[in-house]
RNA sequence: GGGUCGGUAGCUCAGUCGGUAGAGCAGCGGACUUUUAAUCCGUUUGUCGCGGGUUCGAAUCCCGCCCGACCCA
């Protein structure tokens, strides 16, 4: 064994300094961190297993159980004492007395700490109260805790310490907890979908030579080795859309991209999506697709299709609602009418007297994606397709071919938010190359967030993309819907935070 | 970036009119062999977010800053 050097502790406090002198006490008496207990069981596997066994059961049978978990509640009596272990499964209560254990076990025990990792081996039975419990033959401490649990009813309710200590937020907040087991579930559930469809999990760069796919700002990083700066993705869009090019005709991925903006409840500066690209395939094909995607998945992640959000009821079971913008703001603004939506002059002159936010530069189409922002997207509720944006804010979407001013494309928009977006792949590169050039254009007039010229994602396209549709769908605000969390930071672990 | 609310013991919180701070939990000591947030008795613990200012005196009033939550852009 190495010399132990204790780092410069931190935060000390009486407390601690407590734990401390019993850690040392330990380490006196052998080996204070032992790693040669074998757990045979869980807790929730107990409870259920034995669920129904009654007290007179439990006692013929003998059932011997070696368990471990972090101990939550103690409650200490004279010569025998209750304790709560509480592993990954659940809780489970264990009795300790001196009869089974012997005096000098217990009363080492009595001075073992609330957060302490105890191990604990002995035979199954029914308290009074009919609570299952462990009747303790062994008792151990394998990890000693040396900072105090948070008040054990109330647990941790400070909103900052649960993001940054969140590993104190799990321990104590089982509600927490089951926000991150749902999100596997969801995954889960989405990775298996994809996969009964045929489609092939592939992983591309999370560091590109060349940020695209998206539009939005990058973080920037530097390789050293090969001295060039790189950045890490915005979307993997370009990347499978290579792969479809390759012959990889149903890929999908689901990883995190990188977003250099600001934080907001709906915004983490990483953020995970599943991206998804299908060959012979067009924006409708995509629709159904993604609804039934979705309704799977909240009926295996929540049990049904219906599910509550912030009070409301979003019914994932019934067809989703199909509109174009200028559809939508009519139906949820109907004191606008058709002939001013489809007047520049008119949405201009909105926008001004109402400070709504716009680019006097924009056509028809984006003047009217403007006002549909401002006006309708917090009204949609319930799961809705916006269709048919305008190609000068789709710069990877296929034309359609009877209006080539827009592009097939929707948005799909729940709780008033964002949830994926789609469209038919624009394919032929002489067009593409010419979307490229228009949005270096945009960038060097000042536009941050327009997209770079990818010279190489062209000469794939020159070789060939198949009719395409592709589709990405932000896994953190689906994980938000289904578990009814307000901030997106309640359904990533660690979220980011200013430095402490 | 703007607005609202908040930051007091390890945790959850109270703190009146400006008079140098309290409760519960946790901890420590004691009683208790079926407890359930165990109970009962005793007891320890503070950079009142940070820095200025007003005042005889500031957790409290004023100004600035930091951190967070929520809302808005």
Redesign the pocket.
């Given at each position: 064994m190495t010399e132990i050097i204790a780092a410069e502790p931190q935060?000390e406090?009486?407390?601690i300094a407590?734990r401390r002198a019993?850690l040392a006490a330990l380490r006196e008496t052998g080996v204070a961190f032992p790693n040669d207990f074998e757990r045979k069981h869980f807790a929730g596997d107990l409870h259920a297993q034995y669920a129904e066994a009654s007290k007179e059961m439990l006692e013929a049978e003998q059932v011997n159980v070696q368990f471990a978990g972090r101990m939550m509640?103690?409650?200490?009596?004279?010569?025998?004492s209750?304790a709560?272990l509480q592993d990954m499964s659940g809780r489970l209560?264990i009795?300790v007395?001196?009869?089974h254990v012997g005096e000098e076990n217990h009363q080492a025990f009595k001075?073992w700490?609330?957060g302490d990792i105890v191990a604990a081996s002995g035979v199954l039975?029914r308290?009074?109260?009919n609570?299952l419990?462990v009747?303790v033959h062994s008792v151990r401490l394998l990890s000693k805790s040396l900072?105090?649990?948070?008040?054990?009813?109330?647990?941790?309710?400070?909103?900052?310490?649960k993001?940054r200590q969140r590993y104190v937020d799990l321990m104590t907040n089982d509600d927490a907890r089951k926000v991150f087991m749902t999100r596997s579930k969801i995954i889960q559930t989405i990775r298996q979908f994809m996969m009964g469809h045929d489609f092939l999990e592939v992983e591309t760069p999370m560091m590109h030579p060349i940020p695209g796919g998206a539009a939005a700002k990058p973080f920037v990083t530097h390789h050293n080795a090969l001295d060039m700066d790189m950045f890490l993705r915005i979307a993997p869009e370009l990347y499978l859309k290579r792969l479809v090019v390759g012959g990889f005709e149903k890929v999908f991925e689901i990883n995190r991209n990188f977003r250099n903006e600001?934080l907001?409840?709906r915004h983490n500066p990483e953020f995970t999506m599943m991206e998804f690209y299908e060959a012979y395939r067009d924006y409708r094909y995509l629709m159904d697709f993604t609804e039934s995607l979705l309704r799977e998945t909240a009926r295996v992640a929540t049990g049904g299709e219906q599910v509550s959000y912030n009070g409301e009821i979003i019914d994932l079971g019934k067809p989703f609602d199909r509109l174009t913008i200028v559809q939508a703001v009519r139906k949820y603004n109907p004191e606008y009418s058709e002939a001013q939506l489809s007047d520049r002059d008119w949405l201009i002159s909105w926008f001004e007297s109402n400070?709504g936010?716009y680019r006097a530069t924009d056509g028809l189409g984006g003047l009217q994606l403007s006002f549909f922002e401002e006006t309708t997207e917090t009204k949609l509720i319930q799961p809705t397709f916006i269709i048919d944006y305008p190609a000068e804010v789709s710069p990877l979407a296929r034309r359609s071919d009877s209006h080539p001013e827009i592009t097939e494309r929707f948005e799909l928009f729940m709780v008033g938010r964002e949830l994926a977006n789609g469209f038919s792949e624009l394919n032929d590169p002489e067009d593409q190359a010419e979307r490229f050039m228009e949005q270096v254009r945009q960038k060097e007039a000042g536009d941050e967030e327009a997209m770079h010229y990818d010279a190489d994602y062209i000469r794939a396209l020159e070789y060939g993309l198949p009719p395409t549709g592709g589709c990405g769908i932000g896994i953190d605000r689906l994980v938000m819907l289904l578990t009814d969390s307000?901030?997106i930071?309640d359904v990533i672990l660690f979220?980011q935070?200013?430095a402490e």
């Open positions: 935060d406090n009486k407390i407590e019993k509640l103690k409650r200490v009596m004279g010569k025998a209750f709560t209560q009795y007395s001196n009869d001075h700490d609330l039975f308290t009074k109260t609570e419990t009747q900072r105090p649990l948070p008040e054990k009813f109330h647990g941790l309710t400070d909103q900052e310490q993001y600001g907001s409840t400070k936010k307000a901030s930071r979220p935070m200013r």
